[in-house]
């Protein structure tokens, strides 16, 4: 009996791999996965997956509906997971409605035009990247429930890289952004925020550029990055910040670039960069900084780039900073 299920299994696994493989065998297109592979137990995918070449694998990784989940492990276990994301990300989709809201009677009408357009990309396209510019569209003139619900409905396709720049938005209704788990890049500048809910943020695990420059913003709550940890890029710059909190940066370990510019910090807490080990250039250039805690960028072993023009210090801190930090490049 086992040694008839054993066989049974191995059938099952060939008459698999052979589906698979069919079209790729008569030089018609690369492997796709068999019809029923959803069916199939999970120890047999595996088998097959694992049958795949390196290029096959992302290939399909990138197309397939089926398995994305295995797809993705098997990607991982061999170590082209970041590969193929950067494929992805790449030939991403761009789909663009910039300043288009005025062609429409209504931002009903225009919200909903949005919606089947990336509804169509989905079905064309089910597993690409799609960029969505939605800048210039006066969007902050919605209801908080109906900016919430518009934003809300497109985290069923596979956003990537959200532009909102421009549209006069003056605050951000809580969980505005939750299930846009795939978000890498979100621009929030030349709006009038002054304001942002501390949990606003939650859930974007996979965020690497923040851009929340040239808005109104007057102070951060202190976890308001807390959970972004793989954040590279953050731009706070042309806002009207006075002070920021002593952790605010504290759940940032990949942070490679902190644009503070342009701002009205008088000062800074000694620890602020205690937690970013990879940080590369800090821009605090154009504020109100008299002074800066002697000890302040120790932690930061990785600064190429320290801009502190246009600040208030004075010479002999500027030299103190200059013998301690003997590696990098300094603007005063």
Same mark, same amino acid.
């Given at each position: #009996?086992?040694?008839? +299920?054993?066989?049974?299994?191995?059938? +099952? +696994?060939?008459?698999?791999?052979?589906?698979?493989?069919?079209q790729? !065998?008569?030089? #018609?297109a690369?492997? =796709?996965?068999?019809?029923?592979?959803?069916?199939?137990?999970?120890?047999?995918?595996?088998?097959? +997956?694992?049958?795949?070449?390196?290029?096959?694998?992302a290939?399909?990784?990138? %197309?397939?509906?089926?398995?994305?989940?295995?797809?993705?492990?098997?990607?991982?276990?061999?170590?082209?997971?970041?590969?193929?994301? /950067?494929?992805?990300?790449?030939?991403?989709?761009?789909?663009?409605?910039?300043?288009?809201?005025s062609?429409?009677? =209504?931002?009903?009408?225009?919200?909903?035009?949005?919606?089947?357009? /990336?509804?169509? %990309?989905?079905?064309q396209?089910?597993?690409q990247?799609?960029? /969505?510019?939605?800048?210039?569209?006066?969007?902050? *003139?919605?209801?908080?429930?109906?900016?919430?619900?518009?934003?809300?409905?497109?985290?069923?396709?596979?956003?990537?890289?959200?532009?909102?720049?421009?549209?006069?938005? %003056?605050?951000? @209704?809580?969980?505005?952004?939750?299930?846009?788990?795939?978000?890498?890049?979100?621009?929030l500048?030349?709006?009038?925020?002054?304001?942002?809910?501390?949990g606003?943020?939650?859930?974007?695990?996979?965020?690497?550029?923040?851009d929340?420059?040239?808005?109104?913003?007057?102070?951060? @709550?202190?976890?308001?990055?807390?959970?972004?940890?793989?954040?590279?890029?953050?731009?706070?710059?042309?806002?009207?910040?006075?002070?920021?909190?002593?952790?605010?940066?504290?759940? !940032?370990?990949?942070?490679?670039?902190?644009?503070?510019?342009?701002?009205r910090?008088?000062?800074?807490?000694?620890?602020?960069?205690?937690?970013?080990?990879?940080?590369?250039?800090?821009?605090?250039?154009?504020?109100?900084? =008299?002074?800066? *805690?002697?000890?302040?960028?120790?932690n930061?072993?990785?600064?190429?780039?320290?801009?502190?023009?246009?600040?208030?210090?004075?010479?002999t801190e500027?030299q103190?900073?200059?013998?301690k930090? =003997?590696?990098i490049?300094?603007?005063?």
């Amino acid at each position: #009996m086992e040694r008839q +299920i054993k066989y049974t299994k191995s059938l +099952i +696994i060939i008459l698999a791999i052979l589906a698979c493989f069919s079209q790729a !065998l008569r030089g #018609m297109a690369p492997p =796709t996965l068999p019809g029923n592979f959803n069916q199939l137990p999970l120890e047999i995918q595996q088998e097959i +997956i694992s049958k795949l070449s390196d290029s096959d694998l992302a290939r399909l990784a990138q %197309t397939s509906r089926q398995a994305r989940q295995v797809l993705w492990d098997e990607l991982e276990k061999r170590q082209l997971k970041a590969a193929t994301e /950067l494929s992805l990300w790449e030939s991403r989709i761009k789909i663009d409605f910039t300043n288009e809201a005025s062609n429409y009677p =209504t931002l009903d009408q225009f919200k909903q035009a949005v919606l089947v357009r /990336l509804n169509d %990309t989905a079905q064309q396209c089910p597993e690409q990247w799609i960029s /969505l510019y939605l800048s210039s569209n006066n969007l902050g *003139s919605l209801s908080s429930k109906n900016l919430k619900e518009f934003l809300q409905s497109i985290t069923k396709y596979n956003v990537v890289e959200l532009f909102l720049f421009g549209n006069q938005l %003056t605050s951000l @209704p809580k969980n505005s952004f939750n299930g846009l788990n795939k978000l890498k890049s979100l621009y929030l500048a030349f709006n009038q925020l002054s304001h942002l809910p501390e949990g606003i943020f939650n859930g974007l695990h996979n965020l690497q550029t923040l851009d929340l420059s040239s808005n109104q913003l007057i102070s951060l @709550p202190e976890k308001i990055f807390n959970n972004l940890p793989n954040l590279r890029k953050l731009y706070l710059f042309d806002n009207q910040l006075t002070s920021l909190p002593e952790k605010i940066f504290n759940q !940032l370990p990949n942070l490679l670039d902190l644009n503070l510019y342009h701002n009205r910090l008088t000062s800074l807490p000694e620890k602020i960069f205690n937690n970013l080990p990879n940080l590369l250039d800090l821009d605090l250039s154009y504020n109100q900084l =008299t002074s800066l *805690s002697e000890n302040i960028f120790n932690n930061l072993h990785n600064l190429r780039e320290l801009n502190l023009s246009y600040n208030q210090l004075r010479d002999t801190e500027k030299q103190s900073i200059r013998r301690k930090l =003997t590696n990098i490049k300094i603007i005063f």
